[in-house]
């Protein structure tokens, strides 16, 4: 199993202010369509509302299609819990508050289809998957404070 957990704070000098509230928000839209906050990923759609705080989508990442269930815990977190696709897991996105300021955590834990625990191949994709969702929390705050701006939170183009 890879897990990697990642916090940056909300807040930086020059950009705007967002509260609890901005910052909840924007996960939402994240969860809902992850596109603009995701540079990553080339397809994002709900397929399933389960109730107001769960629901399930299909989504493309690296050329791979997964289906996630999004669980939202209002203010707080949001969880999603791979339902398919080769690699599993949850990640979850905490809103964190320590000393007054806020952080934006960033969790996975998953587990690499067809490949042995703690193996050279799986180490290597921990590497690289570390970097990409440490990007990820980076692109999820910059398009937050674009919609704080009053722009659109553009998706970037798909490296």
């Known amino acids: 199993m890879i897990y990697v ?34 540079p990553a990923m080339t397809h994002c759609e709900v397929t399933a509302r389960l109730d107001d705080w769960t629901f399930d989508r299909e989504m493309e990442l690296f050329g791979d299609r997964y289906s996630e269930r999004i669980a939202l ?3 707080r977190r949001v969880v999603f819990t791979r339902l398919s696709g080769p690699v599993l897991g949850t990640i979850t996105n905490d809103i964190e508050e320590d000393a007054g300021e ?14 042995q625990s703690g193996s050279p191949e799986e180490s290597a994709y921990a590497d690289e998957t570390t970097t990409h969702y440490i ?3 980076g692109a999820t705050l910059n398009a937050m404070r674009r919609v704080a701006r009053g722009e659109a939170p553009v998706a970037l183009p798909a490296t």
């Open 5 to 38: 957990t990642h916090r940056l704070p909300v807040n930086e000098p020059g950009e705007p202010t967002l509260d609890r509230i901005a910052v909840w928000q924007g996960l939402v839209m994240k969860a809902n369509n992850a596109l603009p906050f995701v």
């Open 73 to 75: 815990q209002p203010e």
């Open 102 to 115: 806020l952080f934006l955590r960033f969790s996975f834990a998953l587990v690499l289809g067809g490949v």
């Open 135 to 137: 990007a990820a929390v």
